[in-house]
């Protein structure tokens, strides 16, 4: 009896160190639903390029991927902001670091509006009034004489903070934007709007219209030229976030992520490359 025992026991720790060296290979990535896109395709590439890799990506917002970073619940933050001092705080109380910043691409915030409407373009203030409330038709955008309708993200999103910060120059939202969880629901609502306007990620430009921004220099999309450029006022950083800086599985991931292959990939997403 006491043979059979000490057989189990050993087959029983075999098992254990067999599942161990399994979930040693799981990498979890969390947070942007802008990034979301992104994410999952680098991890299907790169599953599929390292059999027995298993990475698990969700969204659920920047905010949710730093705070799981700080919980101790995802390997790595995908934050479409930067973090601020005290989240860095929070990182370094609790793992002694503030973490590792990884810019892994760059995004134009796109403003969307449904193919029918009639305006182009539009300068940084009539924006940030659309989006304060200031402006609420229209037609005081040479537009027809309708209310404008106006969408946006969760204040958990990394694109609703950065728009807040560099569009409506941290002023606050107007009460009547619509918050939706996510940049599709935000391009799909839109594309049913003939007044409406949305704002997120280049990448999810489907089926809308794309507004030029108009500055002193001339009129800007985001494409490739501009956001390196900056010319395009809304151009930003994608981040990969960490507790501390990569080693092993995680390294390699990252190392990846940012050489050529990783990059092309960020291209065919419709984000623009980190170089």
Known sequence: MRKHFIIFAVLMVIGLAAGLSTAGKAITLKGSDTMLLLGQRWAEVYMEKHPGMVIQVTGGGSGVGIAALING?????????????????????????TGVEIPVAKDGVTLYL???????????????DIYTGNT?????????????????????????????????????????????????????????????????????AKGVKEVAIKTAKGSFKPTTETVKSGQYPLSRNLFWYLQSKPTGDLKKLVDWALSPEGQEIVKLVGYFTIK
Do not use: H
């Open 73 to 97: 619940a995802t390997n790595i933050c995908q934050s479409s902001r930067s973090m601020t001092a005290s989240e860095k705080m929070k990182l370094r109380d609790r793992y002694y670091s």
């Open 114 to 128: 449904n193919e029918k409407n009639p305006i182009s373009e539009l300068t940084l203030d009539q924006i940030k």
């Open 136 to 204: 609420t038709n229209w037609s005081q955008l040479g537009g027809p004489d309708t209310k404008i309708i106006v969408y946006g993200r969760e204040n958990s999103s990394g694109t609703y903070v950065f728009f807040r910060e560099v569009a409506l120059k941290n002023a606050d939202y107007t009460s009547s934007m619509q918050s939706l969880p996510g940049t599709a629901a935000v391009v799909n609502a839109v594309a049913k709007d003939l007044y409406g306007i949305g704002y997120g990620g280049a990448a999810y």
